[in-house]
């Protein structure tokens, strides 16, 4: 918490960048109600509120603002393992009352003058990044690097470069409020929203938003190919998702890593997957170490190593100190892992969040044995979603794999509690809105969890 207040600090101080081409730190309309908020009509809406606290609350319905501006009308969001960092603190300059969210779809409900292609109660799905579509990188569709849509001076500074602006994901990334809401405001719309066709339900589509997206961009940005043994950190949603896809790829077998409270993910993992393996480390015996075991299942390591874990999660208490102290902000043990378990000229891709620096780490495994070590980024979603979407169509790829639960947007901070501890065998939530169509056939029935 003092960290990310600093953090706004010194970016008060220093001013942002004069790259932005839309409006920067609109977290939260009630911030300013005649500029960015409805005069006349509310919504619920979860916001962070400190470390570990997140709280539904009451603010004005956001308003159009700039010309390609759409106001969406959420059917359908949901919560991802990044949106934890956030409220542990591990992502610097939240403020309190910042509307979070960064996977939604939803109704378009009102747009700009300037939007063009869409329609008053067109089905939509927004990507969780924010693209101007017209600079170098977005006319690669390279969303997620866009240079017009964050002004953020201190990740200029850190990084080297900013990324794009994301939706509920702190000022670090430009400010904007997010889609764990009953509204959301998506500038850039006529970019930023891709069409949801009726063959696909809010429950499939909304995880082009994200999720899909970054495990196909996992998988395929790290080079998995015919014939190869992968191993991956993490049986979340997005692990499950990469699972599935390096088979989709060619892979020949598929390795699957996970334990402590999360071990329950490694068996909904091979009962929706038979041909996967297992590998829980917390039932490994004394001496006997992740690369060692994996060594021990396929001949000189896996080909491809996949994280899909992020770096705020220590196994040691050397790193939980260095991390609590500010001396680190991210644990390097997963990744030197992965470096050491692969083969010599393996290949290792990060897709887990990782946001500063981390000590410890193994370089010269890493340049002795020509390991390829490769930061996914965060993943170019316009780049995928089209060919995801019919992925989806043609059976090739199905979001109802992860999907555990069903819930209402009311219900989101008991529910924040639920996930961040592991608990329910929650994988993947679809959060209903009174906007929302009713369950779609196949998609898990509601579930409340307040009395």
């Not at 997005?238 to 068996?267: K, P, Y």
């Not at 056939?441 to 409340?448: E, F, R, V």
Request: aromatic share 8%.
């Amino acid at each position: 918490m003092a960290m990310s207040q600093s953090a706004n600090l010194a970016e008060k101080a220093m001013g942002h960048g004069d790259n932005a081409v839309t409006e920067q730190n609109v977290t939260n309309p009630a911030r300013d109600r005649a500029k960015y908020g409805d005069p006349s009509e509310n919504m619920k809406a979860l916001a962070w509120m400190g470390k570990n606290d997140v709280q539904m609350i009451e603010c004005p319905k956001p308003k159009i603002i700039e010309d390609r501006d759409v106001i969406l009308k959420v059917t359908g969001s949901t919560i991802c393992g990044s949106d934890l960092h956030l409220l542990h603190g591990a992502v610097v300059e939240l403020q309190k009352g910042d509307i979070l969210g960064h996977e939604f779809c939803g109704k378009i409900d009102s747009m700009g003058p300037g939007v063009k292609g869409l329609e008053i109660g067109q089905r939509v799905v927004a990507s969780f990044q924010i693209a101007c579509g017209e600079c170098m990188y977005c006319k690669k569709k390279l969303s997620s690097q866009c240079e017009r849509t964050n002004s953020n001076t201190i990740e200029n500074a850190m990084y080297g470069g900013r990324t794009a602006g994301m939706f509920g994901y702190s000022h670090f990334t430009g400010g904007f409020a997010g889609g764990q809401a009953e509204y959301v405001r998506v500038p850039f719309g006529d970019v930023n929203l891709l069409k949801l066709p009726d063959d696909v339900p809010d429950e499939k589509g909304l995880y082009l938003s994200d999720v899909l997206a970054t495990s196909w961009n996992c998988v395929v940005d790290t080079g998995v190919k015919e014939g190869d043994v992968v191993a991956i950190w993490g049986a979340g949603p997005i692990g499950m998702m990469c699972a599935e896809m390096s088979f989709t790829n060619g892979a020949s077998r598929v390795i699957m890593i996970d334990g402590g409270n999360g071990a329950w993910r490694l068996d909904l993992c091979k009962e929706k997957m038979p041909k996967i393996e297992l590998l829980n480390y917390t039932d490994l015996p004394r001496g006997t170490t992740v690369t060692s075991r994996l060594k021990e299942m396929e001949h000189g390591g896996p080909d491809v190593a996949l994280e899909c874990v992020a770096g705020e999660y220590a196994k040691s208490w050397a790193h939980r100190f260095e991390m609590m102290i500010g001396a680190e902000t991210d644990t390097s043990e997963i990744v030197n892992e992965m470096i050491t378990s692969v083969k010599n000229y393996g290949r290792c891709g990060i897709t887990g969040v990782y946001v500063g620096f981390t000590n410890h780490f193994n370089i010269g495994s890493l340049m002795e044995r020509g390991i390829r070590l490769i930061g996914n980024g965060q993943a170019p979603v316009h780049l995928y979603w089209e060919e995801l979407l019919q992925m989806i169509r043609d059976g090739k790829t199905d979001p109802y794999m992860m999907l555990s639960h069903r819930c209402k947007v009311e219900e989101m901070d008991e529910v924040y509690k639920i996930f961040d501890a592991r608990g329910d065998h929650m994988q993947k939530i679809f959060v209903q809105t009174k906007f929302s169509d009713p369950p779609a056939p196949g998609s898990p029935a509601l579930k409340t969890f307040k009395s």
